[in-house]
């Protein structure tokens, strides 16, 4: 029944590691989004695709590659991982591009050690 | 560049009262403004969606209010239960598919 969902729900893994964070909406929305919340609680968008294309591409690092196989789906995997990217990651999507509500995911903790 | 900031970042207050969450941003061409609750461990839950020709929504005890020109939003919880206890999050919507999050007020409602 869940709109947005994300896993895994908590990361722990060590610098250097590739690892992929998975999402999938089943709303039938068009958009789907990524962001990143800081220590501080504020969230940030990374990414937002429409129908499996790019539309929205933050000031992210490269080791960041977001990857959508159908629009349902939304995964994001990062290379080389390091301690500044411990945050939690929000996956969200939206009935189309532009559109005024945004569902979000539970979120996916990611520690880096 | 449009920043979003909540204050007072936490909150503490006995059951029962009445309090509000202030929200201010910078760029005041936004086309809404939403409320959202986050509790631990879960998503963030939409509360209550702004239009930027709206001054105020209402939702059950919340009631939250635009004042476009100044830039500020208010969130009012009236009769403030335990299970409001969460973090509070703001967030603006300008030009483009974005949105713009304040860093949230954490309220803690005591039984």
């Known amino acids: 029944d869940t709109a947005v969902s994300q896993t895994p729900k908590y990361l722990v893994t060590q610098m250097g590691n590739d690892k992929s964070i998975k999402c999938e909406q089943n709303?039938?929305?068009?958009?789907m989004y990524w962001y990143k919340q800081d220590s501080k609680k504020f969230l940030k968008i990374m990414f937002s695709?429409?129908?499996?294309?790019?539309?929205i591409n933050e000031t992210v690092p490269n080791r960041f590659s977001p990857k959508s196989p159908d629009k349902a789906h939304l995964n994001l995997h990062i290379n080389s991982l390091e301690l500044g990217d411990s945050a939690v990651y929000f996956c969200?999507?939206?009935?189309?591009?532009?559109?005024?509500?945004?569902?979000f995911g539970p979120g996916t903790r990611l520690t880096v050690l | 560049k449009q920043e979003v900031t909540q204050i007072p970042a936490a909150l503490s207050v006995p059951e029962g009262e009445n309090l509000v969450l202030n929200c201010s941003f910078t760029?005041?061409?936004?086309?809404?403004l939403q409320w959202f609750r986050q509790d631990p461990g879960k998503g963030l839950t939409s509360l209550l969606l702004?239009?930027?020709?709206?001054r105020e929504q209402t939702s059950g005890r919340l009631n939250a209010s635009l004042d476009k020109s100044s830039g500020r939003s208010t969130l009012y919880i009236a009769a403030s239960q335990p299970g409001d206890s969460a973090t509070y999050l703001c967030a603006v919507k300008n030009a483009g598919n974005m949105l713009t999050f304040g860093g949230g007020t954490r309220l803690m409602v005591k039984p």
């Open positions: 702004i239009q930027s020709s709206q």
């Open positions: 695709y429409n129908n499996k294309e790019l539309i």
């Open positions: 709303l039938g929305h068009d958009t």
């Open positions: 969200a999507s939206s009935q189309v591009a532009g559109a005024i509500v945004q569902f």
């Open positions: 760029d005041s061409a936004i086309y809404n």
